[in-house]
């Protein structure tokens, strides 16, 4: 099956809430529908021929720190895997970090689990770009629901106001 690509602003049926306001003010976005059941990157990139190392995840993790949970994005190649431990934990000075509950991600993205994207989350996440993620031409990415897909250039990923470029991995 074939991806139809079209302009992000041109589909808000196919984005999240947060997404769609998003997308608004960023270039070079596009969605593609999907079937919502290979919405799980191999599952996706097996059936519509997207390689793994033109996916890319977004990790949402719990940073904690003296009873303060603080939550941050983190983009990486679906080959890659994010050193959460330290790298991550590290980086926002906290004692100690973790993936972040799903029930925990979704009520605080707006977002469906298996979509969660680093467009349109809440304004204070910095979003931890790793390098290869924002050298990257284009990668594809959730768009806050299961049905779609977005294609993003890295740049752009880069360029968002918390971002924040580093290597993720261990």
């Given at each position: 099956m074939t991806l139809q690509w079209v302009p992000a602003t041109g589909r808000p049926d196919l984005l999240a809430g947060?997404?769609?306001?998003?997308?608004?003010d960023l270039e070079g976005v596009e969605v593609a529908e999907i079937d919502p059941e290979l919405a799980d990157t191999a599952a996706f990139c097996e059936r519509y021929g997207v390689s793994l190392d033109e996916s890319a995840n977004c990790v949402v993790v719990a940073a904690k720190r003296g009873g303060e949970t603080r939550y941050a994005a983190?983009?990486?190649l679906a080959t890659m895997r994010v050193d959460v431990n330290g790298v991550v934990r590290r980086h926002l000075d906290a004692r100690?970090?973790?993936?972040?509950?799903?029930?925990?991600?979704?009520?605080?993205?707006?977002?469906?689990y298996g979509g969660?994207?680093?467009?349109?989350?809440?304004?204070?996440?910095?979003v931890l770009v790793d390098t290869r993620v924002a050298e990257h031409p284009r990668v594809v990415i959730g768009s806050g629901v299961r049905r779609s897909k977005l294609a993003v250039p890295g740049a752009t990923l880069a360029g968002l106001k918390k971002a924040e470029v580093l290597s993720l991995a261990g």
């Open positions: 947060p997404v769609t306001r998003a997308v608004a983190c983009m990486v100690k970090t973790s993936f972040a509950p799903m029930a925990d991600a979704v009520e605080r993205t707006g977002m469906e969660i994207t680093p467009l349109g989350l809440p304004e204070e996440w910095p």
